[in-house]
């Protein structure tokens, strides 16, 4: 089946730690994206990528980063810089083409200890 | 800046009724609409959406309208069912450049009572 996997579903994180959240889509899609979702809050946008080697900044991206080294994959690291990083973390992906609706992952808890 | 808003936190309908959620965009250039469904600890799964050359959409229960002039969609679920119960998410993107990204609303929570 295609789809996107988000892991771990849930994720501890000790103070001053990297970690990294995996994300991998078999639906041969272009883009992919992270999102960040705090309770009461909707989806707000850390990083996208619109093709391998290439990513750009979302609305609120420090103290994150992430790679695209492969098609499939879209990795997240939460640095120690992130002063916040308690959250549900969702992974996207779509075509990359205009009007496509973007298809999410069931996401990462992150939580600190 | 919220560019999209979803001004009702909750909404309580009977099943069998009708459901209308209600989004409003305050960006001129967006030119793509989206509605999700999310259940907790589960990500958003799409279910319809609407392009700006139109102004309604259908699929099954599901019927998004938009009114450009007045920057309002709305989602009519048409009979609701208790499986409706969840956030309802509205997005949309546009705004210039390729990169297609989706700017949330905060939600709405639907239960649909039996």
């Known amino acids: 089946d295609g789809g996107i996997t988000q892991s771990p579903k849930y994720l501890f994180r000790k103070e001053g730690q990297n970690v990294t959240l995996s994300c991998e889509q078999n639906?041969?899609?272009?883009?992919m994206y992270w999102y960040r979702q705090d309770p009461g809050q909707g989806l707000r946008l850390i990083y996208y990528?619109?093709?391998?080697?290439?990513?750009q900044k979302g609305d609120i991206a420090e103290g994150y980063s992430v790679s695209r080294e492969k098609k499939e994959s879209f990795p997240l690291t939460v640095t120690s810089a992130q002063k916040n990083p308690t959250a549900f973390y969702l992974c996207a992906s779509s075509s990359g083409r205009a009007n496509q609706p973007q298809h999410f992952g069931d996401g990462t808890r992150l939580s600190i200890l | 800046d919220q560019q999209v808003k979803q001004n009702s936190p909750s909404l309580s309908v009977q099943e069998g009724r009708i459901s209308i959620l209600n989004c409003d965009y305050t960006?001129?250039?967006?030119?793509?609409f989206l509605w999700y469904k999310k259940y907790p600890a589960e990500g958003p799964t799409f279910l319809i959406s609407i392009s700006s050359i139109k102004d309604k959409n259908e699929d099954g229960r599901f019927t998004v309208f938009l009114n450009k002039s007045a920057k309002h969609l709305s989602l009519h679920i048409v009979p609701s069912q208790p499986g409706d119960s969840a956030v309802y998410f509205c997005a949309a993107s546009g705004g210039g450049g390729s990169n297609y990204k989706l700017t949330f609303g905060k939600g709405t929570l639907l239960t649909v009572n039996p």
């Open positions: 990528s619109q093709i391998v080697n290439d990513f």
């Open positions: 639906l041969n899609h272009d883009a």
């Open positions: 960006n001129s250039m967006f030119d793509y």
